[in-house]
């Protein structure tokens, strides 16, 4: 139990300051003279995952944790902070785009298009699957794929115009 507990305060406090890190730097790169694209279905994504973290909680905080589905979790959040580390100032859960930027090309960017997204993939499935939850996985993955396909286009779609680092 104690277990649980930790790791989903863990997960609580790791997104909260991700919001609070996503709003400093989308106040940068607006300052920078970026624009925001397709916000209309950020109050979805802030549902989706709102819902799947308070549902844990009411759920699970006392359920046993799986060392092996721990595992995998722990590797998704080195891959989270691999992520986050490349794009630095230019990340944010928003779609913001600056004028002239590049493209990142550097870090996981090299190896997929959207590594962000294949990490809260695994996330949305991993943790309940950590509690011995795969209908709650499954459901809030069906969910996640749904926001992420409206999500993915509409970021693709924004970057089009964008140069590649390794055009520069």
């Known amino acids: ?54 549902g844990l909680w009411m759920l699970a905080w006392d359920e046993q944790v799986s060392l092996a589905w721990l595992s995998v979790f722990a590797f998704l959040q080195i891959l989270r902070f691999w992520t986050l580390a490349t794009l630095g100032w230019r990340w944010t859960t928003r779609i913001i785009v600056v004028p002239g930027e590049p493209l990142v090309s550097a870090g996981p960017y090299r190896f ?34 749904i926001v992420l396909n409206i999500r993915i286009k509409a970021e693709n779609a924004a970057l089009r115009g964008l140069p590649r680092a390794d055009t520069i």
């Open 1 to 54: 139990m104690i277990l649980s507990i930790l790791l989903l305060a863990a997960v609580t406090l790791e997104r909260l300051g991700e919001l609070w890190l996503a709003r400093r730097n989308t106040k940068r790169l607006l300052a920078k003279g970026a624009s925001e694209v397709a916000g209309e279905h950020y109050p979805l994504i802030v549902l989706l995952h709102g819902l799947w973290l308070v």
């Open 112 to 145: 997929l298009r959207h590594p962000n997204y294949v990490v809260v993939i695994g996330e949305i499935a991993v943790l309940p699957l950590c509690f011995g939850m795969p209908l709650y996985a499954l459901v809030f993955s069906v969910a996640n794929v």
